[in-house]
């Protein structure tokens, strides 16, 4: 169990400071990863919270294997996000105040292999065809990403 898990058996829903990182895969045809989230049904970034002690580009690797099967060999700092428009209600009612740091991942190895319990389906997308229906904490890093890059 995670250290998140541990936290809401003590505290319920109730609004918590969540520290993640998340990453933006773009591969050689200029094209984003996202992935459908079982949780809310809608795309996103791959990612999740830091577990204690742990660093946060370490936390972008895990989580961007363990819920796509691509292994990172290569992670840029892109931006950190954080404030109050980073507040975020999951579909079973616990709160978060995200504190994110988003990386670009331009070199991977590994086949797309989602992660059942989270991800119903990985596909890249060109920048002009990104789904409307985008998970709310990975909004602002999508449209930063694509407005510096496009």
Known sequence: MGYMAELR???GSRPLLMLGANVIVVN?????LLQLRTDNQCWGLPGGSLELGEKLEFAA???LKEETGIIAEELHLFKIYSGEE???KYPHGDEVYNVT?????KEFSGNLIGEISEVKELKFYEFN?????INPPDRQAIIDY???YQ
């Open 9 to 11: 058996k003590m505290v």
């Open 28 to 32: 050689n045809n200029n094209q984003m």
């Open 61 to 63: 690797t895990r989580e």
């Open 86 to 88: 980073f507040y975020y």
């Open 101 to 105: 740091s988003t990386y670009i991942c």
């Open 129 to 133: 065809a990104i789904p409307i229906n």
């Open 146 to 148: 694509i407005q510096q």
